[in-house]
T-cell receptor
């Protein structure tokens, strides 16, 4: 089983719908991140969490919200999806007690907003 | 702010050719530098890293040397294989806050 699991792997939704992308990890890491990947833009940080009670906005948080339900779970919500949120979304983790700079990524969720 | 610039792709090579993917960075202080690789349908995974000037990171035949004087961290491999076909991301992490700043990625295509 993967250490960082994202669900769903693919999602098609309509403009205005609320959707949630989920991430769970079995690595025991305290830090979790959400990124989006767009062609030609690399990865952009949406939100990050250094522990269950710590949530921080990244570069492009507008239109998104997150919830850290437990150390192992970090979900990303789009309250009212719009077409320019069509992208590939990645969850990542890191360990503050190990090499904080190394992040471990899930396989991604491909989201299409019609 | 901190930033990473990579050469645009795709880079198309024949098997056993020499590979160079250029990466330069702008950052305050003394960042750590990374190369991540993304194989088709998968998430990113760390390929190699270097944490201070003149360090050489290496893994799976790939190498990159942290050059502070030229603010560069170019990725090289002496003989590429078809299985190396992937997207390669250069990234940095600065002290004080362990956030990764990624370049835009370079796609490598290796043909037999």
């Amino acid at each position: 089983d993967a250490d960082v699991t994202q669900t769903p792997r693919n999602r098609i939704t309509k403009t205005g719908k609320r959707i949630m992308l989920e991430c769970s990890q079995t690595k025991g890491h305290d830090r979790m991140y959400w990124y989006r990947q767009d062609p030609g833009l690399g990865l952009q940080l949406i939100y990050y969490s250094f522990d269950v009670k710590d949530i921080n906005k990244g570069e492009i948080s507008d239109g998104y919200s997150v919830s850290r339900q437990a150390q192992a779970k970090f979900s990303l919500s789009l309250e009212s999806a719009i077409p320019n949120q069509t992208a590939l979304y990645f969850c990542a983790t890191s360990d503050s007690k190990g090499d904080k700079n190394i992040q471990y990524f899930g396989a991604g969720t491909r989201l299409s907003v019609l | 702010g901190d930033s990473v610039t990579q050469m645009e792709g795709p880079v198309t090579l024949s098997e056993e050719a020499f590979l160079t993917i250029n990466c330069t960075y702008t950052a305050t202080g003394y960042p750590s530098l990374f190369w991540y690789v993304q194989y088709p349908g998968e998430g990113l995974q760390l390929l190699l890293k270097a944490t201070k000037a003149d360090d050489k990171g290496s893994n799976k035949g790939f190498e990159a040397t942290y050059r502070k004087e030229t603010t560069s961290f170019h990725l090289e491999k002496g003989s590429v294989q078809v299985s190396d076909s992937a997207v390669y991301f250069c990234a940095l992490s600065n002290t004080g806050f362990q956030k990764l700043v990624f370049g835009t990625g370079t796609r490598l295509l290796v043909s037999p």
